[in-house]
């Protein structure tokens, strides 16, 4: 994983990549080479994501984008054609959370989740499925997560729509694989990004540290994942080095699914 240039002169479209995994997807993306296409519902985190990798000489184009919402993906893409031309990659890894069982969850719960984390997979892909066939095929990637595979706790609303993560890529992988396009997705575990601290701040406070322990306690190798890991994973499926490969979820998950 150390040769640089593997993804040099493609244009990389990447989803919530003003902070955490996104932003680190990003820097690692324009490590590589790639031109990038940032996509941010924040204005702020956007401009902040283009300045900072804008002075490390990447070639950067940040958009204020809603993925829940028709017009602005569609905006969006358009503004990347005139901008960086036909993306050749995107990843899909805007996305929200939500804490509560069943009965905990409220159909507006529902709504915003499924808006975001499903729908809005749904349009980007769209949009990029269609300028990947007028031009020679490409790669989307998918944040899904272990919630894809295995149940968890009070995750009931996020679960579910994790899930629609991973069969959405396989029916992409599927109906695309013999037109040049690839798709897959990465399920992390717990990650240690600044949404992290903000909600054991806000739901714990007073007890941070003992809450971050236990947090990270659960995965058996006594950690949460690192965003650069994440990104060191997206680099390899987003690369010619896994170009025989389509349709799968990659668990990172310090073990969780092992034991």
Not at 74 to 91: C, H, M, N
Not at 121 to 129: F, H, I, M, P, Q
Not at 186 to 211: L, M, S, W
Not at 220 to 237: I, K, N, Q, S
Request: proline letters at 3%; hydrophobic letters at 40%.
């Amino acid at each position: 994983m150390s040769a640089k240039g593997r993804l040099e002169g493609k244009n990389a479209i990447i989803t919530g990549a003003g902070s955490g995994i996104g932003l680190a997807i990003a820097r690692r993306f324009a490590a590589e080479g790639a031109h990038l296409g940032l996509l941010e519902v924040n204005e702020e985190s956007a401009e902040t994501a283009r300045a900072e990798l804008s002075s490390s000489g990447a070639i950067v184009e940040a958009i204020v984008c809603d993925v829940s919402q028709r017009d602005s993906v569609s905006g969006a893409f358009a503004r990347i054609d005139e901008t960086l031309g036909t993306p050749q990659i995107l990843v899909n890894n805007a996305g929200i959370a939500h804490v509560g069982d069943l009965l905990d969850t409220e159909e507006e719960d529902l709504d915003r989740l499924y808006a975001v984390n499903v729908k809005g997979v749904a349009l980007c892909s769209r949009e990029a499925v269609r300028r990947m066939l007028e031009n020679s095929g490409g790669v989307i990637l998918n944040l899904a997560s272990i919630a894809s595979h295995i149940g968890l706790e009070d995750r009931f609303a996020y679960s579910m729509t994790k899930g629609a993560v991973w069969t959405m890529t396989r029916s992409i992988a599927t109906d695309y694989m013999k037109k040049g396009i690839r798709c897959n997705c990465v399920a992390p575990c717990r990650v240690h990004t600044p949404f992290v601290d903000g909600f054991i701040a806000e739901n714990y406070p007073g007890q941070e540290k003992e809450k971050f322990e236990e947090l990270s306690a659960y995965q058996p190798m006594g950690r949460m994942a690192r965003p650069e890991e994440v990104a060191d994973l997206a680099l390899f499926l987003c690369s010619d080095e896994s170009a025989f490969i389509t349709g799968h979820s990659f668990p990172i998950d310090g073990g969780v699914m092992v034991i």
